[in-house]
């Protein structure tokens, strides 16, 4: 249906990064995690070892050694084929489940109760964010 309209598609990266039946395609947004997800953080935290070993496998040509794993995330998302990416300030930030915003199928508290408690940490991130957006060629 998405092909039959032109409709763009959507690639959550933490579900289809090592799925390669479910590669990103350039006709598409591609988010590093959403508002329903964990963070890349608090998703990696809860693998296992072998997933873990796996999911860093898939990241490794995107960081190096001492990159965190929502860096190499947001390497990946940058510089995939997809039109649109997004990146969620808790991924930029590196944030754990601690940062979910919302917690699908629960009601109450702590849905959508995130929030940004010090800009001067976004400010510290952003030289660095900007340079990936400037080597993949997501901004001008």
Known sequence: MLDHYGLMGMN?????LC??????????LIYSSTHDTN???GWYAGMNGKDKSE??????????????VS??????????????????????????SEACINHPGTVGSPNWEWH????????????????????TNRVQ
Request: proline content about 8%; hydrophobic content about 40%.
């Open 71 to 96: 860096e190499k995330m947001i390497n990946y998302v940058m510089r995939s084929i997809c039109d649109l990416a997004i990146v969620p300030l808790p991924d930029i930030l590196n944030l754990g």
């Open 39 to 41: 963070t890349v953080r």
């Open 19 to 28: 799925n390669d039946w479910e590669q990103p395609k350039k006709h598409q």
């Open 55 to 68: 999911y860093l496998r898939r990241l490794r040509p995107y960081g190096y050694f001492f990159d965190s």
């Open 12 to 16: 959550v990266a933490l579900y289809t």
């Open 116 to 135: 940004l408690p010090d800009f001067g940490v976004l400010e510290f991130k952003l030289p660095g964010l900007r340079y990936v957006l400037e080597k």
